[in-house]
């Protein structure tokens, strides 16, 4: 499968937990994406890598939430002491550069805090 | 303030039936304009992509329109099937590398 994979499909935790998902994207996209999704809602943009780079991340990310890309193909989104109100479900996307190119999204991470 | 809103919030329809997805946007500048397919539990995929100067798409038995005058897109979906139950998402790029999403249509197709 050369699609985006997300790993896990599912996660349970606890309040104040910390969880962390992996994003592997299409390996010959630079552009890779977090977004989070709450139900009847579209995506919300989280953060954006460039490659390696962190290149912005959204007001909607605290400081409980951390992603890296170390070599510029997968990667990572940990939350830290988690809260009922990060359940939701957190969607990867990549891309190669350029205005026209196709954004492709994985299957998600549904995550539920109890 | 770059917004994407869409309309109905949900639909439902019989089978066979015909329908239109509405999308308003104030994204400024445009790039172009895409139509999701969000099946439940799944992470969307793409339907239709559109820039400024291209008024209609097809992919099938989905067809989009845009006209950036208004700042208005629509979906339309002939003969619809049960499986094409799912959330439709218009997504704007405003000439960066962001991308504004819509809350989405949520359709039902009922046997």
Request: glycine share 8%.
């Amino acid at each position: 499968d050369t699609g985006v994979s997300q790993d896990p499909r599912h996660k349970i935790t606890k309040r104040g937990q910390n969880v962390t998902f992996r994003c592997d994207p299409i390996s010959e996209h630079n552009r890779l994406y977090w977004y989070r999704q709450t139900l009847g809602q579209g995506p919300e943009f989280l953060t954006y890598f460039q490659n390696e780079a962190q290149l912005e991340k959204s007001r909607l990310l605290s400081d409980r939430f951390s992603a890296e890309r170390p070599k510029g193909s997968f990667s990572t989104l940990e939350i830290q002491r988690t809260e009922q109100g990060d359940s939701a479900m957190y969607l990867c996307a990549s891309s190669e550069t350029g205005l026209l190119n196709e954004q492709f999204f994985g299957p998600g991470t549904r995550l539920t805090v109890l | 303030k770059n917004q994407v809103e869409q309309s109905p919030q949900s639909l439902i329809i019989l089978e066979g039936k015909n329908c239109t997805l509405q999308c308003n946007y104030t994204v400024s500048p445009f790039s172009n304009l895409r139509w999701y397919k969000q099946d439940t539990g799944r992470g969307p995929v793409s339907l239709t992509i559109m820039t400024f100067s291209e008024n209609t798409k097809s992919n099938g038995r989905y067809t989009a329109t845009l006209d950036a005058d208004t700042k208005q897109s629509s979906l339309h979906i002939t003969a619809s099937q049960l499986s094409d139950s799912a959330s439709y998402i218009c997504v704007v790029r405003p000439g960066t590398y962001k991308y504004i999403f819509g809350t989405g249509t949520r359709l039902k197709v009922l046997a």
